[in-house]
């Protein structure tokens, strides 16, 4: 990624700029096709809108790289369906990951690999598993499981003990760089703790997906290839069934829930600046993966709709047991002003008639936007686990 530049919101040209929301969804009493007045209302879109220019409130600090939001790439992918995770057998040849991926060919070459295709079919199985559940809902938990949120459960105190510095910048706590080179020195015993004998070997490779799970150290960032990051560990240990079917739900609901509550805490306590690209804009300036999961577990609920993110009273009532909608109030809590000016892709996506069309819309919107943008995957790993196909 860039270096961070200044906090003013670069200028973007007229050719950069996407398609308002307004080209996408006529005003009422406009007709669909030319415009003219009616007195009926235009007929939903059976897809997500164009993407909304960026917001006008002005983030911690600009982007360091501008893509215009291809949006008809979108609408034209496919939905990515759920794939079993091959389980690797010996001989083991795990290996130091490596950063492969350079250019917008290399991007090409991974999407049409079957490494991609499996990592996001494993990021589908998750989002299935949690379908129509509450987060309190029973699920497996395995060992490896309460091991996980016992080692995110550690990193949370870590951030009690380790108090942000006193400064006179407004972001980008210093005290962040304590925290995380405590995670490097221990971050592979903790792993360790719970690794099968027959895995020990593998730290060489999971270990700097795990280390990269939580932002960078040196520009006091967090985003989307973070988050990312953490799911390829997850994958990874699913490659060695170390993880298996049956822990999916238990993933999603206790270890990716535990991983929610430890990120805003160090966005929040050392007020970590969105990494480079902001991901995608107005979704969240962080995450991405908790609106997938979250829109999944809202799927054929019987009273919530997605224009249901604009009742607060549901907000308040239901957050802590539906991700999407902890997303919301959290994006509101930290942002202030109209929502439909600060997160406008989230005030496009309410408009959508039901969850399971958010859901496959989020989907096609995370392999397009996350794992097909170089300034995002260029920090990607791949070793053994993860196979970069020449």
Partial sequence: MEPPKSESTPEKSTSEAPATVSSAFPPSGCCTNCGGPTISEPPPLASFPEMSPPPNYRPI??????????????????????????????????????????????????QESASCKNFLGFVVSLSESIRGQKISDPCHISPTVAAIVSILETLLQWIDEIPPAQQSARYGNVSFRSWHERLGERGETLILEFLPEEFKGSRIEIVPYFLDSFGNSSRIDYGTGHETNFAAWLYCLARMGIVKEEDYHGLVARVFVKYLELMRKLQMVYCLEPAGSHGVWGLDDYHFLPFIFGSSQLIDHKYMKPKSIHNDDILENFSSEYMYLSCIAFVKKVKKGLFAEHSPLLDDISGVPNWK?????????????VLEKVPIMQHFLFGWLIKWEE
């Fill in 61 to 110: 600090r600009a982007p360091a790289i501008n893509l215009p939001h291809n949006s008809q790439a979108i609408i034209l992918s496919p939905v990515p369906h759920a794939e079993h995770v091959p389980v690797v057998t010996p001989p083991y040849q795990f290996e130091t990951p490596v950063k492969r991926i350079h250019s917008p060919d290399d991007i090409r070459r991974f």
């Fill in 357 to 369: 069309k958010v859901n496959s819309g989020l989907l096609k919107m995370y392999k397009v936007e």
